[in-house]
């Protein structure tokens, strides 16, 4: 259908343009979809619109991952570069005095480092891995629960665990991106790298979407695949 290719349609449902960053598309989506979703008071929406919108943020993410662009937005290389100024490339040729040099400044690295093995040491604390499980229509009884003892899946499970205990998803053919209706789930080096997941079809996940401190993790990982 013609709504499956209205990338227009999609930006404009999201408050976005085709130059937008990723992450500002994904917060948008996930922002549009509690809007939309039936099951959450003042909701206006309905699960064809939820349908449709799911269609459309699909189809921009395999857009994304074949030509390294949303769909709409110039490519990098016919990105206009602002034009520079003669006086302001004097300014930048002209080697500075050895007095205006700045000096290097270690301490702003090492209060980065610290600061970034704090949020580690915080994610690794005891009370932060306690957290309750979140209970959900999907978790009580799901589809190929308790494989192995395991009843949920997380950041870094691989394909096989999430189709065991989620089954197979709508599109089954993209290996990087399942989804589950409204709800979704992605893959980057065969394992679980972010999911959203809608009370119109919840996930096997302890809750509906990673935080700032599980991508943190996660992203380490990753660079190692």
């Not at 990338?7 to 994904?26: I, Q, R, V």
């Not at 449709?52 to 016919?78: C, E, I, K, S, V």
């Not at 999911?195 to 380490?220: C, F, G, I, M």
């Amino acid at each position: 259908m013609q709504d499956d290719i209205d990338f227009a349609a999609l930006y404009g449902e999201l408050g976005l343009s085709a130059d937008c960053p990723m992450a500002s598309l994904k917060q948008a989506y996930r922002r549009r979809v509690r809007e939309l979703h039936p099951d959450l008071p003042g909701a206006s929406g309905s699960v064809e619109q939820l349908q449709r919108l799911n269609r459309l943020y699909t189809a921009a993410l395999d857009f994304q991952r074949r030509y390294g662009r949303l769909p709409g937005a110039l490519p990098r290389a016919a990105a206009s570069t602002p034009p520079v100024h003669a006086a302001a490339f004097e300014a930048v040729a002209r080697p500075q005095p050895p007095s205006e040099v700045s000096a290097p400044r270690p301490w702003l690295r090492y209060l980065l480092l610290s600061g970034l093995a704090g949020a580690i040491l915080l994610w690794l604390a005891p009370g932060h891995q306690a957290e309750p499980e979140m209970q959900t229509a999907a978790s009580v009884h799901p589809a190929g629960a308790h494989v192995l003892g395991v009843s949920i899946f997380k950041l870094g499970s691989d394909r096989a665990l999430v189709r065991q205990l989620q089954g197979a998803p709508f599109n089954d053919d993209d290996d990087a991106h399942w989804s589950y209706g409204p709800s979704w789930i992605e893959f980057r080096c065969g394992r679980v790298s972010d999911w959203y997941s809608s009370p119109l079809h919840p996930l096997r996940v302890r809750k509906p979407e990673p935080d700032a401190a599980d991508l943190v993790a996660a992203q380490s990982g990753e660079a190692r695949c």
